[in-house]
Structures are given as C-alpha cells and as structure tokens.
C-alpha cells in the first residue's frame, strides 16, 4: 500500500510554512522533513512546531530526512554529528522513520573490509538506539554510500540481518536499466520501506537531466508495483523536480497520484515503518 508525498529538502529555497501550502495545494498524504535545513538535527523546539504545523495542515510526517552518515558524521573534524541529536529531532516531529546513510563519499568497490566493517557496526549501533524508541532507520539508496549498487547493497542486506532495525529507502539508480532495477527491488525485498520518487535521464553530456515524472509513468509503474507486491505500507515520496519549478512539482505530484490509483494500493491509513 502506498501514500504520496515530498521530501522537503527538494525546495531548500522554501520555509516550513510554504511547503505546507504546497502539499496541501498538491493534495499530497505526507513528507519527509529534511535535517540540514528544515528541521535542523538536535533543534527539538523547532521539531515541536513543524510537527505541529504539519498535523493542523494534514500531512502526515512519513520521515525525518537526516544527514547522519554512518561510520562518519560521530567522528567528523569537520560537521560532527551525533546521532542522539538526529533521535531526538525524530522524537519531537513524532515520526516512525530516520533516514540515514550507508557511509559518506565512498565507493563500496574500493573501501576495505575494516572500512566496511566500520559502517556496518555504526548502523547496527544506531539501529538498537533507534529501536529502543520504536523508530525504524532506512538507509538511502544512494551513490557514494554501501548502497551504491544492487550488488553492494544485497550484501549490506545480509550484514545486518534481518533483526537490525536497519532497513533500505529505495530510488532508481539512473544507469540503470528497468530490468536492473526491478531486480535490485527483488533482492532488497522486504527490506524497502519508503520511496524517492523523481525521473532523470543521462544528458548528451554525461550530465543528470531533471524530466517531468509523466515521461518516466510506466517505469514507475513497474517499480511502485513490485515494491508494493510485499503487503506492507510505503510512503513514495516526490524529490527534486525539473527546473527546480513548482509548477513541475505540481504536475509531477498529479503524475504521482494518477500512478499510485491506477495501482489501487491507496491506503486507509499508516506508512511503510508500521
């Protein structure tokens, strides 16, 4: 079962309020409040209000976007960051969900077994934190992290096992195919709890081009479908738009909401940490 909803570090420009207006405008169910900008980690009085703004504006808080990269940010020279600071935040906005990151500027194919070891036991360690407040921690599925390929992230899968607390957010790697990426949702399954939905391409230039979401609908499809073949309760949530524009935003959020009924998995009620 699936809700739609934003991942607010997409509009950094924006406040807490106009996002608000934004989603509501959209008619979206939820958001993923970002730690680096809009709900700064350790700031629980700001957490407070934005929880409180988001319940009188009816959007649900599906996640707490943090920064906290695992096996770095407790140590860092230069932006250290405890992950007490991120639970708290977490705690005050009332969410279920943390987001963090397998490690930080990596490549899973070069670290050693030390390094790897490293991030695992951080993830492990902040994942009993985590549980101890019946939160779950999801990883993002990103480059430059242990989850930079299907291959890497199948074998963190199994480092953490299945009693962890430490789960996968999901997005498509560009390079990929369909069929890699189907094939990545299989093996991670059922370990994907929420989504970063967005549609970008390769450039003639090697560069990431933003395309509206309706040009990527039916590989969407594809990959909402099989993520939602589990039973369980995800939240698919929009990130980063073409041009920056909220105009897009809002045609990608219709987008979004046109896929999500087609599938007919909208949710009574909950998100993918129930």
Not at 19 to 42: F, P, Q, S, T, Y
Request: hydrophobic share 40%.
């Amino acid at each position: 079962m699936l809700k739609h909803g934003l991942v607010s570090i997409s509009f950094r420009k924006y406040g807490v309020g106009e996002i608000l207006n934004m989603c509501e405008k959209a008619r979206l169910d939820c958001i993923e409040w970002g730690g680096d900008k809009h709900v700064v980690h350790g700031d629980t009085v700001l957490a407070e209000k934005v929880a409180r703004m988001s319940a009188d504006a009816g959007i649900e808080i599906a996640s707490y976007g943090s920064y906290y990269h695992a096996g770095f940010s407790e140590n860092s020279p230069d932006n250290p960051l405890a992950f007490r600071a991120v639970l708290d935040s977490a705690l005050a906005l009332g969410t279920k969900t943390v987001r963090v990151w397998a490690g930080s500027g990596i490549n899973s194919f070069e670290i050693n077994a030390a390094q790897r070891r490293k991030i695992v036991d951080d993830l492990l360690r902040i994942g009993e934190m985590a549980a101890g407040y019946d939160i779950k921690i999801s990883m993002e599925f990103h480059g430059g992290t242990l989850t930079d390929c299907n291959e890497s992230a199948v074998r963190l899968k199994h480092e953490l096992s299945d009693a962890s607390n430490v789960d996968f957010y999901w997005q498509p790697k560009i390079e990929y195919s369909d069929a890699e990426c189907l094939e990545g949702i299989r093996a991670l399954m059922p370990e994907i709890t929420n989504i970063h939905v967005f549609h970008w391409d390769s450039g003639s230039d090697g560069r990431f081009v933003r395309k509206l979401l309706e040009t990527g609908r039916e590989r969407w499809l594809k990959f909402l479908r099989e993520i939602s073949a589990d039973g369980r309760k995800h939240a698919a949530m929009l990130e980063f738009f073409a041009d920056d524009s909220e105009e897009n935003f809002y045609k990608d959020a219709a987008t979004l909401k046109q896929i999500i009924d087609e599938l007919q998995l909208r949710p009574a009620n909950g998100l993918a940490s129930q």
